[in-house]
């Protein structure tokens, strides 16, 4: 399983970012597997942002980007969407999109990072102020 990460850059405080996440490899289709966000800012440890079920039922925010940021999914491409807007300088960080294990269950997501399994190469969101 590989996960691919895009969308980072560089914005003005107060704009709006679109990160997407898209999974490869034989058997990553078949599973049923809850997605999140997590990111790292420099000199701090990382830390969750959002998390989605496989059936996108459930969604779970960080209590920092809750009203601004929404994850989404798409099944059928394997891909995770995390819209980001009324970004802040406090957003600045390595934004890393992770699947979770095979659980079987559709509704489940999870905050905890332990539950991931595979992990994007990260990509990198910078907002100015």
């Known amino acids: 399983v590989q996960l691919q990460a895009c969308g980072g850059g560089l914005v003005q405080a107060g704009g709006s970012l679109r990160l997407s996440c898209t999974g490869s490899g034989r058997a990553f289709s078949s599973y049923i597997y809850p997605m999140g966000w997590f990111r790292q800012a420099p000199g701090k440890e990382r830390e969750f942002v959002a998390a989605i079920s496989w059936s996108g039922g459930n969604t779970y925010y960080a209590d920092s980007v809750k009203g601004r940021f929404t994850i989404s999914r798409d099944n059928d491409k394997n891909t995770v969407f995390l819209q980001m807007s009324s970004l802040k300088p406090e957003d600045t960080a390595v934004y890393y999109c992770?699947?979770?294990?095979?659980?079987?269950?559709?509704?489940?997501?999870?905050?905890?990072?332990?539950?991931?399994?595979?992990w994007g190469q990260g990509t990198q969101v910078t907002v100015s102020s």
């Open positions: 992770a699947a979770g294990r095979d659980t079987g269950r559709s509704w489940y997501a999870s905050q905890r990072e332990y539950e991931y399994d595979y």
